[in-house]
Structures are given as structure tokens and as C-alpha cells.
């Protein structure tokens, strides 16, 4: 068995959406990398030669990310900063004046994408890339912009992996360094009585310090624990819970899919170097539907369980 990967290196991305979802700003939804994908596949097939071709997985690699806000250096926060609206004139006084707008959380990224492809028949490599590079900086990436120099394309190939290859896998990670990339980590987050899902993600999250103190009181140093030790947990968002079913309401912005009324999902994701890695299917997301849940959910391949761990 051989799986082909389509490797997208250093990919940047401009005002990208920060609100991954209502209760978290950071890293982009999985849901908006994974609908970026199959978008790119929906217009791959409409080509007669690449009909049969499909982006099952993919995966991500994050090598910088650039919030848009504003901190002051004594000050702990940051402000998100605001995009400047033309002025409008008002119909109460005739003036022009700064219309009202809402805050958007916005990033600039740099990234690479590993995306698993399958449908591979005869020799169609090169007409592959041809189309991705024709149709993917058309595409918004999170709801940013693609930005692409001359030349980049060039760089975007097919690898084949075959079963135990450790040689094609240390090259695709190669290409995926140096940057982070996102394992799904729900296995942290521990049911515990009298909590609810919120206090059980805050406290997968949290850091905290133990003061060690000497037979007179005094601090002497300190004990800092987390779930853990040498990991980098992030919130992220992963899907959405159908809460209505299938309803028609008016006004809706189409009467030929089916519409529904969701709450989003929220759990915890590791970022990682890819040398950590033992698989490349680790990293990888795909689509998955639970019917009897009404779950929409972007499924992270490669699960692993951990402990909590102390750091000194």
C-alpha cells in the first residue's frame, strides 16, 4: 500500500480569521482549513482529467503567526486593532462621520499544507499541480488571502509514501520544518464531577506554580505543573452540534441545502515539531458525521493519550 501527498510549503496568508469561534481568538478553525481543501477539490473535478481525483486529509504546519493587535509594554493584554471604515455621511445631520463597526480578530500566517490525495490515475502529476496552482490562490484560506510569489509554484509537489518508507516521511517532515504542527488532544480533557465541559478545558489549559518553602517560611523555588510538560495546548475549534434539525426559516441564504441552527465545538489541540511524529497520519484531519449526535466534526487521525506530567 502507498499513499501521494500534495506538499504545499511555507504558504503565506493575509488577514486570515483569528475567531475560530465565538469563545476563542488564536489559530484558525480546522473547520475553515479543511473547507478551503474540499473547495479545491470540488474545483479540481471539474476538469475531465482530474473528475476522479479527491483530498480526503490533510494537514498543517504553522511557521509564524502574526496576530493584529495592539500591547502596550506594561500592560498584560492586547487590543484587537480595527480595520479604518471610509466615512459616511449621516442622514440626521448631513455630516460625514465614522461609521460603527465590530471588532475582527485578523492574522497573517505562514504555513504549509500536506494534503493526502487519492484518485491518482495514469500519469496526471503534472496537470495536478497546473490546476492547484491555478485554483488554490483563488480560494480564501481561513478568510484571508493567498499570497503567492513568483516562482512559488514550483516548489508544490507529489510525494509517494509506501508502507515503512521512513525515508519518503523524513523528507515530507523536512519540508515541513521549521513550524508547528496541530494534533487533536480531547483525550486531556477529563470529565470531572460537579464541572462542566468549560471548567474541564480551562483546566487542561492551565499552568500552575507551587511554591516550595524553606523551614522558615520563606520561597525558596518554585514547582511548575501542567497536563503537559513540554507541550503547547491551544483551544480549538473542530466542528458543530446540530441543535434544530432540519428547519426552513425566511430568509435563508439558500432553499436548496438544508438549513440548521448549530452551536460550534470546542476542544484542545497540540501544536508539535514533525520530527515528534512517529507517522505522518498523526497529523492529518478528515471530515466526520455522527447522524445520531449531530455532530459535524473534523476528526484528527492520529489520537494519542497522556498523563499529567511535572515540570521543574
Not at 475560530?20 to 481568538?25: A, G, K, R
Not at 525558596?220 to 491551544?234: I, Y
Request: charged content about 30%; overall charge negative.
Amino acid at each position: 500500500m502507498s499513499a501521494k501527498y500534495l506538499v504545499i510549503p511555507h504558504l503565506h496568508i493575509q488577514n486570515a480569521n483569528a475567531a475560530s469561534s465565538p469563545y476563542t481568538v488564536g489559530f484558525p478553525a480546522m473547520t475553515a482549513w479543511l473547507g478551503m481543501i474540499h473547495a479545491l477539490q470540488r474545483r479540481l473535478q471539474k476538469s475531465e482529467v482530474l473528475r476522479k481525483i479527491s483530498l480526503p486529509r490533510m494537514g498543517i504546519s504553522c511557521h509564524a503567526c502574526d496576530m493584529q493587535i495592539f500591547s502596550d509594554r506594561d500592560n498584560y493584554y492586547g487590543y484587537l486593532i480595527g480595520t479604518a471604515n471610509p466615512l459616511k455621511k449621516s442622514k440626521k445631520t448631513g455630516e460625514f462621520e465614522r461609521p460603527p463597526f465590530v471588532e475582527e480578530a485578523r492574522c497573517h500566517l505562514e504555513i504549509s499544507l500536506l494534503v493526502e490525495v487519492a484518485g491518482f490515475a495514469g500519469d496526471i502529476e503534472e496537470n495536478f499541480l497546473q490546476a492547484v496552482c491555478q485554483e488554490l490562490p483563488r480560494l480564501k484560506a481561513a478568510g484571508g488571502d493567498i499570497i503567492l510569489q513568483a516562482g512559488e509554484c514550483e516548489q508544490w509537489q507529489v510525494i509517494t509514501v509506501r508502507d515503512d518508507d521512513e525515508q519518503a516521511e523524513r523528507r515530507i517532515k523536512r519540508l515541513l520544518m521549521p513550524g508547528y504542527v496541530l494534533k487533536e488532544r480531547q483525550d486531556l480533557m477529563k470529565p470531572v464531577a460537579d464541572k462542566d465541559a468549560l471548567d474541564n478545558l480551562l483546566a487542561a489549559l492551565q499552568v500552575e506554580y507551587i511554591a516550595d518553602r524553606g523551614e522558615d517560611g520563606k520561597v525558596t523555588g518554585w514547582q511548575r505543573k501542567k497536563v503537559l510538560a513540554d507541550g503547547w495546548l491551544v483551544p480549538i475549534a473542530v466542528g458543530f452540534r446540530d441543535l434544530s434539525g432540519k428547519i426552513k426559516v425566511e430568509g435563508q441564504r439558500s432553499y436548496d441545502y438544508e438549513h440548521h441552527f448549530v452551536e460550534p465545538l470546542i476542544t484542545i489541540g497540540e501544536f508539535l515539531m514533525p520530527y515528534r511524529l512517529n507517522s505522518l497520519r498523526e497529523m492529518l484531519w478528515e471530515y466526520e458525521y455522527e447522524a445520531a449526535d449531530g455532530l459535524y466534526l473534523c476528526h484528527n487521525v492520529g489520537r494519542d493519550g497522556s498523563e499529567m506530567e511535572e515540570e521543574d
